[in-house]
């Protein structure tokens, strides 16, 4: 039996490569660079208005005040706009991003002025360069616009597609499964209800893969042929869930030729969590009590796709929070507890969902984070300082 650190440490170093692909950059989003990106060309390619307005020169306007406004002559609109020459006394309307006139330095924003009839009248002065983009002032030709490793938002794909860039490289997710094992064989008057919670546990796993945009797949729940099927579901997957009877799947895996790296981990939940290497596939599995599921997903299984998708961040959030209540926790084993997070008097606490709430099915609705009770505690008193890593990013609280 590992320690949980240890376990930890052994799951992400069992990261050895990783997959590169070319991708259309609608189906990059949320998905890390495998390169630099860089463009041939400076943006803008000419000065430009930040907003629209009118454009002026700034010593026409300047002094302008609410109690003495500056009146200017209006260019007639022209398609040509890049062509006209703002004179000394005159004033061209622009919108955003418009090529700004000549001799114009600076753009007055609608709202500081007022038409009248072909004049207008400008209420507030304008420093040179107000509201305008200087050409290469944006982007510069050759400089790094989006660095390798940078997780891609909709904002980079907006600027890639007006850049007109279609396809960039990526860190590929793994391909992941979800088998469950011999549920129900031995609750055959409790089998709606066996292969529910089953089906409930696989929708939860398959839920915190797709939070990753992780592709993945339920082969739902095996009770016969398990050898064929989980060596089917290993040729399709590059990883994969197990849970279930996990003692059963232990020897199949054994049978199939699979190398253990870890049975079991000096931690609570106790709950059997162990981790196989099939040739280049990895292999976990799971207890089917889902507040295990969630603890074991956050703590092991999620910072092990995210190093494999070449993410930065890799551990949740982590936040000091005190024990509202007594807790009883044998000393020597590391305890990870599902967690309710509060404030009181400018302090954070925490209360263990199994203390109060076990029995409710909702519980797991409301949960904030997971409490980790170090091994060299004993019995944790009330307002025991702990480790709490935080599954929602609940702000009221922080």
């Not at 002026?56 to 609410?66: L, S």
């Not at 162990?274 to 292999?283: E, G, N, R, T």
């Not at 999620?302 to 930065?312: E, L, S, V």
């Amino acid at each position: 039996m590992i320690s949980a650190e240890e376990a930890q440490k052994k799951i992400l170093n069992s990261i050895k490569k990783f997959e590169v692909k070319n991708l259309d950059i609608l189906g990059c989003l949320g998905l890390a660079l495998a390169q630099d990106i860089k463009i041939n060309k400076s943006m803008p390619i000419f000065d430009s208005a930040l907003k629209s307005g009118y454009a002026v020169r700034a010593i026409d306007i300047k002094g302008a005040d609410v109690s003495y406004p500056v009146r200017l002559k209006i260019i007639e609109s022209s398609k040509e706009k890049s062509m006209k020459i703002i004179e000394p006394g005159f004033c061209y309307f622009v919108t955003a991003c418009d090529k700004i006139p000549k001799n114009c330095d600076c753009i007055v924003a609608t709202g500081d002025v007022e038409l009248t009839g072909n004049d207008l009248l400008v209420y507030k002065e304008c420093k040179r360069g107000e509201n305008i983009l200087f050409r290469s002032a944006d982007i510069t030709k050759s400089n790094i616009l989006l660095k390798k490793g940078k997780i891609i938002t909709p904002e980079d794909i907006y600027i890639l597609s007006f850049l007109g860039i279609e396809k960039i490289k990526v860190f590929y997710p793994p391909n992941i499964g979800i088998i469950t094992v011999g549920l129900g064989k031995k609750e055959k008057n409790k089998q709606l209800h066996s292969n529910l919670r089953g089906e409930s546990n696989s929708y939860l796993l398959a839920a915190k893969l797709n939070e990753l945009a992780i592709p993945n797949k339920r082969f739902g729940n095996i009770k016969s042929n398990i050898n064929k099927k989980i060596e089917e579901a290993l040729s399709k997957c590059d990883i994969l869930l197990i849970y279930g009877q996990a003692v059963e799947a232990r020897d199949l895996l054994l049978s199939l030729g699979a190398e253990i790296v870890f049975w079991d981990v000096n931690q609570k939940p106790y709950h059997n969590f162990s981790f196989f290497v099939f040739k280049d596939k990895k292999i976990f599995v799971l207890p089917r009590n889902p507040a295990s599921i969630i603890i074991y997903f956050e703590i092991y299984l999620k910072p092990f796709i995210k190093k494999i998708m070449k993410h930065k961040k890799l551990f949740p959030r982590k936040v000091k929070a005190k024990s509202l209540n007594e807790i009883n926790h044998k000393k020597g084993i590391t305890n990870f507890e599902l967690a309710l997070l509060f404030k009181k008097e400018g302090e954070l606490y925490f209360e263990l969902i199994n203390e109060k709430y076990s029995s409710r099915l909702t519980s797991l609705i409301n949960i904030d984070g997971i409490v980790k009770l170090p091994a060299s505690a004993g019995v944790i008193r009330k307002n025991f300082e702990a480790d709490l890593f935080l599954i929602k990013e609940n702000e009221k609280y922080l």
